[in-house]
């Protein structure tokens, strides 16, 4: 099992430009989240999905969408970037249980310009 | 929300010693409580965690507390070694939605 995975690990923009960020996951996980980690400040919840076909706003989310595809897949689109998105961003997915652990995918490293 | 104070953000131990990080949360419905190790440039993984309904847990060199009443949990690190040397980070969750505590920069002199 591949576990989590994110592409792609590094990724540099210029303001105002648009991306996507892939996230899947081969657990069977009903639970998917994106999170941005800046220094100093832990992760930050962007937005979650608790199972497929729903979705839902986190700590942070202004300036991002998110689209839960599939059971497997929750991707999250930058449509204007901004200096203040750079950043590194985790996918994870737990399953449905209250005690369930996370697993994080490897990251990726954004830099907008 | 939910609102995760972690303490200290720095954390420097000789070799052998123990090593203590405490957080705090704020929403007393959090029922669950991870903690995660965060090596350089690597994703954070899961290392020990505790349930609402359990006071304290330990796996090896490594336990946890919890009051619920006073709402907080901290973690111990026993006979620390070179390659605990990581970022910690705590977490509280309510319905798998998960809040982080800004880190703890465990530094292990050799």
């Known amino acids: 099992n591949a576990g989590v995975t994110q592409t792609p690990k590094f990724q540099v923009l210029k303001t105002g430009q648009s991306m996507t960020l892939q996230c899947a996951q081969d657990m069977n996980h009903n639970s998917m989240y994106w999170y941005r980690q800046d220094p100093g400040m832990g992760l930050r919840l962007i937005y979650y999905s608790a199972s497929e076909g729903t979705t839902d706003k986190g700590e942070v989310p202004n300036g991002y969408n998110v689209s839960r595809l599939n059971k497997r897949e929750f991707s999250l689109r930058l449509e204007s970037a901004a200096p203040s998105q750079t950043s590194v961003y985790f996918c994870?997915?737990?399953?449905?249980?209250?005690?369930?652990?996370?697993?994080f995918g490897p990251g990726t490293r954004l830099t907008v310009l | 929300g939910e609102n995760v104070e972690q303490h200290p953000s720095t954390l420097s131990v000789q070799e052998g010693d123990s090593a203590v990080i405490k957080c705090t949360y704020s929403d007393s419905a959090s029922n669950y409580f991870p903690w995660y190790k965060q090596e350089l440039g690597k994703r954070p993984q899961l290392i020990i965690d505790?349930?609402?309904?359990?006071g304290e847990k330990k796996d090896q060199r490594i336990a946890v507390t919890l009051n619920k009443t006073a709402k907080h949990f901290s973690l111990h690190i026993t006979e620390t070694q070179p390659e605990d040397s990581a970022v910690y980070f705590c977490a509280a969750s309510r319905f798998n939605k998960f809040y982080f505590g800004s880190g703890t920069k465990l530094n292990v002199k050799p």
């Open positions: 505790i349930r609402s309904n359990v």
């Open positions: 994870a997915s737990s399953d449905a249980g209250v005690y369930s652990e996370q697993f």
